[in-house]
């Protein structure tokens, strides 16, 4: 293969030779003209053999290399250099899968060579040349583990290192500029295409890659182009701290021909923010002097971002964010103020997706441990009004239930000494309670798929009734007593009385099903529905064995709901 195509380099330089010496003999007395010809013929029509040539190179065959290596160096040189850009750029475009990597490489420092010929009137041309090359390189895989970076199995390290090798004297140019002027418009051209440059890194590869740390991988040549990135950035004159604070400082008159969420899209931001905060990426040149609850509120458009994706490497990247951003913030310090921006109520409704969807047990209990974080940050008032929101809104048994724990830990707290505050005592407690101890669908509510925020609201109410004297009723719950049996305990009662009596009832009818199939040949199953979805066929064993669990967890509450009736029925019976 490689013969066919040195012989197709060579025929075309034989066509070419051909006409010179057909017009030599055309014009015996004309040799400086002929050169001079020579000269124009290669310099227009030399770009066409860079195909064929970049087919050899990459064939990597020591008896080819060096002629073909001269003769690039030579059309390097006289080409055509717009030509020749194009030509270059259309074999990076054109390389397939398996030869992405090896081609980049290959071709970066004649792309390099060819950009630096063009002199001031190169910017669109660099920008174009660094977006053919960056959307090859996305194409690449990532390293996952520490061995696959090591060894560069796929071609991503060596790419990254190299493109910070071709960028370098464009990056150049902008700093002589700088230090030159002392500043330099947002406007020059060849400083946009660096910046587009750099957000688009950020966007692929580097969200895409999970960056090792320094005691587990000493050398990583993706850490070093993140961190090259970020220094790029900062030399041609973007100030690290306004882009992360980009958002919530809401500049929007950028001058230039593009619009910002073009100039600085969300997602490379994001990356930026995790870069920073989580992997501590260039931080010598990040300025610690912005407040942790100003750190926080900036990162948040940036964790909504993460945690509204399905990929589980952008939801892992959410959370590292999140974790990190509320680490640095004093317990119960958050103001109830920030409830009122849209983040903090889409962050929590996207973590509770994480939490209870999520195929993935680690990004669940990942997602459970910054949700509890959250919670621990915000004051007392705030509190109070984040659990009222996520009682409305989270449908979900579980996360409710959660929820419901965490307004007991604030109870028991607020009943100690010196802890008393008006949240989570008297006037404001009992409209808390009420959307806490209620039932969605009175009596017919599915209590086995409520289970969870039945049995917390249960040990809620008896831990109250317990803690909190009848005389004393600091809570309210004494005054609110009587309105809880009507709207809570009785259809509660009720709802478990139809709903074991029914259980029950199955349970008996699936026994005797089982002693009639058992005298039958063939083993049957039949079919359980749960929640309006057909749970796989089941064998009258497994059958049993659900419902049989079933009238288990009904006793469970049963119990609770017996110990709560017991202390109202003692409280109300008169001394004798």
């Known amino acids: 293969m490689a013969l066919e195509l040195l012989c197709d380099v060579v025929q075309r330089c034989v066509s070419v030779a051909m006409f010179y010496c057909t017009f030599t003999m055309c014009q015996p007395n004309s040799g400086r003209f002929i050169l001079v010809s020579f000269k124009s013929i290669v310099r227009c029509m030399g770009w066409n053999l860079l195909g064929p040539l970049v087919q050899i190179l990459l064939k990597k065959e020591d008896g080819n290399l060096p002629h073909c290596h001269a003769i690039l160096s030579h059309l390097l040189e006289v080409c055509n250099p717009k030509e020749l850009l194009v030509g270059l750029l259309e074999q990076v475009e054109e390389a397939d899968t398996g030869s992405i990597a090896e081609t980049v490489t290959l071709l970066l420092k004649p792309l390099q060579t060819v950009l630096l010929r063009l002199g001031m009137k190169k910017a669109s041309s660099v920008g174009m040349a660094l977006s053919t090359l960056l959307s090859q390189v996305a194409r690449l895989p990532v390293p996952v583990t520490k061995e696959q970076e090591e060894d560069d199995v796929f071609g991503l390290c060596h790419c990254c290192t190299d493109l910070l090798q071709f960028v370098n004297p464009f990056v150049e140019e902008i700093k002589e500029v700088v230090k030159d002027n002392n500043r330099i418009s947002k406007d020059n051209e060849l400083r946009v295409e660096l910046l587009k440059f750099c957000m688009k890194s950020l966007s692929k590869p580097l969200l895409e890659v999970e960056l090792k740390d320094p005691d587990t991988l000493l050398k990583s040549p993706l850490r070093d182009f993140a961190t090259e990135i970020l220094i790029i950035l900062s030399s041609i004159g973007e100030s690290l701290p306004d882009l992360l604070s980009r958002n919530v400082l809401k500049r929007r008159e950028v001058p230039g021909f593009l619009e910002e969420e073009v100039r600085y899209p969300k997602e490379s931001l994001a990356c930026l923010s995790h870069l920073l905060f989580v992997d ?222 029914h259980y029950e009832a199955e349970l008996k009818s699936a026994k005797e099903n089982k002693k009639i199939s058992s005298k039958d040949s063939k083993a049957s199953v039949c079919t359980v529905t749960v929640d309006n979805e057909k749970l796989p066929n089941m064998t009258p064993e497994m059958q049993i064995q659900v419902l049989q669990s079933a009238v288990f967890t009904f006793d469970l509450i049963e119990g609770v709901l017996a110990r709560i009736e017991e202390i109202i029925e003692t409280k109300e019976r008169p001394l004798s």
């Not at 962050?347 to 910054?370: A, E």
């Not at 449908?395 to 100690?416: C, W």
């Not at 989570?424 to 101890?437: D, I, M, S, T």
């Not at 809570?475 to 709802?495: F, S």
């Open 280 to 501: 501590h990426i260039a931080v010598d040149i990040f300025p610690a002097v912005l407040s942790p609850i100003f750190v926080l509120q900036c990162n948040m458009e940036y964790i909504e971002l993460l945690l509204s994706r399905t990929e589980e490497s952008r939801l892992q990247k959410g959370l590292e964010l999140y974790e990190k951003s509320l680490i640095r913030v004093e317990d119960n310090s958050l103001p109830v103020d920030l409830l009122e921006l849209k983040t903090f109520f889409s962050v929590p409704q996207n973590l509770v997706k994480v939490m209870t969807l999520c195929p993935d047990q680690t990004l669940r209990t990942k997602g459970l441990k910054v949700f509890q974080l959250s919670i621990d940050k915000f004051n007392t008032e705030a509190k109070y009004k984040f659990f009222k929101g996520m009682l409305k809104t989270s449908h979900h048994a579980g996360v409710e239930g959660y929820i419901i724990k965490n307004i007991k830990n604030q109870i028991d707290f607020s009943l100690k000494p010196c802890n008393g505050n008006d949240w989570f005592l008297g006037k404001h407690l009992l409209p808390l309670l009420r959307l806490v101890l209620c039932l969605p669908h009175g009596p017919e509510t599915d209590l086995l798929q409520n289970l969870d925020r039945i049995m917390e609201s249960l040990n809620l109410l008896r831990y109250m009734l317990i803690r909190d004297k009848e005389w004393e009723n600091e809570t309210g719950i004494w005054t609110e007593l009587y309105k809880i049996e009507d709207n809570y305990l009785k259809p509660l009662r009720t709802g478990l009385n139809m709903s074991k009596a």
